[in-house]
């Protein structure tokens, strides 16, 4: 085969994906860091080399409510995805008509719009006529109906719960395939060592999916970092401003404030810990890559 | 397992099954029942599980043009703008990803590792820190607030992953199969066309799947770019429907539903090829 024009080839297939990415991603991404250094006013820029956009953001009040909402989304969220994704991933892995129907089902609300999802859930929240307040209320559980997206204090981690909701199931079904994969010998081997069901999957399945556990560990925080429909439907931010997020407060500052300066220092700051996840994401599956570039 | 045990571990199970069921299930039951729902009935205390008398009201009233709801938007066009934007970027994407997974796939080229590597990374980055940039962006190329601009650019976020799940695919296809055609006078092109690509069907279906879906399902982007009424999509008009809260919530709950319909007729009908695309590259971002 001809390798010369078959690297000339290979070049012009892959041009218009790279083009692509260069265009709306890199781009991007380039612009929005030149931005952040450059002093705006009324969207109409007025001078580069300047750190006041940093300045402004860190001046602002809300700066420090809005990275601690943003800790409480990513971890809190991702913490407790793959755990319980763990346990439901765990019990999906067992041999049994109910959850092979189950890892198929299980999966709707990941492909829901997350339009679709926050107005199912909103209105399961509501403060009046919301089926989870009226249910606790009636069952004696608590005395007044609970407003879970009005409330200060519940608001972040009620989001949480939904987000939970939506990308649990995915996390699951991964951990489940890496379950199943595990070596049955090693498990009967175990078991012949009079090891229980707990000791079998601390000392056997835990160790045997590690890596798919670290990997989608760091993926699921990329993603709930990426999701923004779904708080910015169900609260706006609100009440307050109370669970307002690194994502919801860049489209906020960006179209509504148009404050142009500080949305995109702002949008530096997640560019930034993005990068530091994606090496994290990177350092993880390295073993990985390499296979994959060696297939 | 001990065999008195059987029993036990059966109910355990079932148990267990169900309410994971439930959990998945009930948010968009609720959701579905409201739909059929009165007004009235919405705002009763205590609140009842199957609708009173199930009524299609709802469904009617998003769709007749002299109803209140449907004055600021207008739902057959904004159908039709999804469908226009997610149809014609999922041609787009499986097309030229077909191109490039297969030079990523069978043709050896200095940095072909890294590039991919790069494409997959660059999907990481596809969130709100880009929404200020692509606004100014597209403003700048004269698309905003058009269905092309939306085209253009989902295109662009979706390429990365389809172009993996293609290449991916064409790996495990035997490179004997095209030599062979090769060597019988097919010219590479022919090759690709009437060898490989049937047999990468499977993983075409599933890279188109998972892009309509989520081009379908996108709002963050079309909420910035699209303006006038006539070019916004059917996420952009269920989310406006929060002023519906309270007051008319069975509209929320018809408009939630056909938002929801293509996507769940294509995770029942696809479910395999779902599933497999999950598996294989989900991982990767």
């Known amino acids: ?295 | 397992m001990n065999e008195s045990a059987r029993p036990f571990y059966w109910a355990f199970i079932s148990l267990c099954g169900i309410v994971i069921a439930v959990y998945v299930l009930f948010p968009i039951f609720w959701l579905f029942l409201a739909s059929f729902k009165t007004a009235e009935e919405l705002a009763q205390l205590p609140i009842g599980f199957w609708p009173q008398e199930a009524t299609l009201q709802a469904y009617r009233d998003l769709f007749d043009s002299g109803s209140q709801s449907s004055q600021l938007l207008n739902w057959p066009t904004l159908i039709s703008n999804s469908f226009i934007i997610a149809v014609t970027s999922t041609i787009i994407v499986v097309i030229l990803g077909t191109l490039a997974g297969y030079a990523f796939a069978r043709l050896k080229f200095p940095g072909r590792d890294l590039i991919l590597g790069g494409l997959l990374v660059s999907r990481m980055f596809q969130g709100a820190a880009l929404l200020l940039p692509t606004y100014r962006l597209m403003n700048s190329l004269g698309l905003q607030d058009s269905l092309l601009g939306l085209i253009l650019l989902y295109s662009a976020f979706g390429l990365p992953f389809a172009t993996w799940i293609i290449a991916s695919s064409l790996r495990e296809i035997p490179v004997e199969l095209e030599e062979s055609a090769m060597m019988d006078g097919a010219s590479r092109l022919q090759a690709m066309v009437m060898v490989v690509l049937p047999l990468a069907t499977p993983a075409l279906i599933t890279a188109a799947m998972w892009h309509f879906v989520g081009a379908w399902s996108e709002f963050a982007f079309a909420s910035i770019l699209l303006e006038s009424s006539a070019n916004k999509t059917v996420t952009i008009g269920l989310a406006s429907f929060v002023e519906l809260f309270t007051l008319e919530f069975q509209k929320v709950g018809a408009a939630a539903t056909l938002v929801a319909m293509p996507i769940m007729v294509v995770f029942f009908f696809g479910q395999r090829y779902f599933t497999r695309g999950l598996l294989a590259g989900a991982v990767k971002g």
């Open chain 1, 1 to 295: 085969m001809n390798t010369s024009s078959d690297r000339w080839l290979a070049y012009f297939m892959i041009l218009p994906v790279v083009a692509a990415v260069l265009a709306f991603v890199i781009g991007p991404t380039w612009d929005v860091a030149t931005l952040s250094l450059t002093q705006v006013v009324m969207g109409q820029e007025r001078g580069f080399g300047t750190l006041n956009n940093f300045r402004a953001l860190a001046a602002d009040p809300m700066f420090a409510l809005v990275l601690k909402n943003t800790a409480i989304w990513i971890l809190g969220g991702t913490i407790l995805c793959v755990m319980t994704g763990l346990a439901v991933g765990t019990f999906l892995a067992i041999d049994s008509k109910m959850t092979t129907g189950l890892r198929a089902l299980i999966l709707l609300p990941w492909v829901l719009p997350d339009v679709v999802t926050a107005m199912a859930w909103k209105w399961m929240l509501h403060g009046q006529v919301g089926v989870i307040g009226s249910t606790l209320q009636s069952a004696g559980l608590t005395e007044q109906q609970i407003s879970f997206l009005g409330d200060p204090d519940l608001v972040m981690w009620t989001l949480v719960v939904v987000l939970i909701w939506r990308k649990m199931p995915l996390v699951a079904l991964i951990l489940c395939a890496a379950i199943r994969s595990v070596p049955n010998e090693q498990i009967e081997a175990s078991r012949m060592d009079g090891a229980n069901a707990f000791e079998r999957f601390r000392f056997v399945v835990i160790p045997n999916i590690a890596f798919s556990l670290t990997a989608v560990t760091v993926i699921s925080m990329i993603w709930i970092t990426a999701e923004f429909a779904l708080p910015w439907i169900m609260t706006g931010g609100g009440p307050a401003n109370t669970s307002q997020i690194m994502s919801t407060y860049i489209y906020q500052q960006s179209f509504e404030f148009f404050s142009w300066g500080v949305a995109s220092a702002m949008s530096v700051v997640n560019l930034v810990m993005l990068m530091v996840i994606v090496a994290l994401y990177l350092y993880v599956n390295r073993k990985s890559w390499a296979t994959g570039a060696a297939s």
